[in-house]
T-cell receptor, first 110, second 117 residues
């Protein structure tokens, strides 16, 4: 299974953009890139996913490198409610194997 | 309300006890998952069921026994557990891969926190 690498923790000021990086150098052509986040005392929740092109939704944007070996989750304006552990996950197309890494703990400063 | 409900939310058991964790989803999904989250470790995929058939067993010890009687319910039967099995057990569901409405998204419950004494 392909692996993802993320920084253990990051800090951001409230109202500022946050760029959360993820390396996945062993990604295969059929692996989707998913991002989930886990707030304290809750199960993970879906943020965004993509295959090759950049993606935007109401929560965030996903920027995928041209060679697909890395990606960046962008929160456009961090709020205190965005403080969570963010997981970058690869999932092979057609499978049910979502393999989580250790994630990045995001701290948002007021 | 996430659509995926897990009970009990907290469970304390001795090593010789037998207990079960229950997961129920009302999202119309046909795939259901068990994950284990231990302190300071990534979420570990344990089992996946699709249309009540097990499709993934991630080398889980036999003291964990899953059961999927229908697409809406998933159980994890626990017996003779060890203290290192103490963790948050998370259930998730999703549409079957490739079917209409499949966006690749997993929907998680809030988890059952298990403590083994």
């Amino acid at each position: 299974d392909a692996k993802t690498t993320q920084p253990n923790s990051m800090e951001s000021n409230e109202e500022e953009p946050v760029h959360l990086p993820c390396n996945h150098s062993t990604i295969s052509g059929t692996d989707y890139i998913h991002w989930y986040r886990q707030l304290p005392s809750q199960g993970p929740e879906y943020v965004i996913h993509g295959l090759t092109s950049n993606v935007n939704n109401r929560m965030a944007s996903l920027a995928i490198a041209e060679d697909r070996k890395s990606s960046t989750l962008i929160l456009h304006r961090a709020t205190l409610r965005d403080a969570a552990v963010y997981y970058c996950i690869l999932r092979r197309s057609g499978t049910y194997k979502y393999i989580f890494g250790t994630g990045t703990r995001l701290k948002v400063l007021a | 309300e996430t659509g995926v409900t897990q009970t009990p939310r907290h469970l304390v058991m001795g090593m010789t006890n037998k207990k079960s964790l229950k997961c129920e989803q009302h999202l119309g999904h046909n795939a259901m998952y068990w994950y284990k989250q231990s302190a300071k470790k990534p979420l570990e995929l344990m089992f996946v069921y699709n249309f009540k058939e097990q499709t993934e067993n991630n080398s889980v010890p036999s003291r964990f026994s899953p059961e999927c009687p229908n697409s809406s319910h998933l159980f994890l039967h626990l017996h003779t557990l060890q203290p290192e099995d103490s963790a948050l057990y998370l259930c998730a569901s999703s549409p079957t891969r490739g079917e209409r409405g499949d966006t690749g998204e997993l929907f998680f419950g809030e988890g059952s926190r298990l403590t083994v004494l």
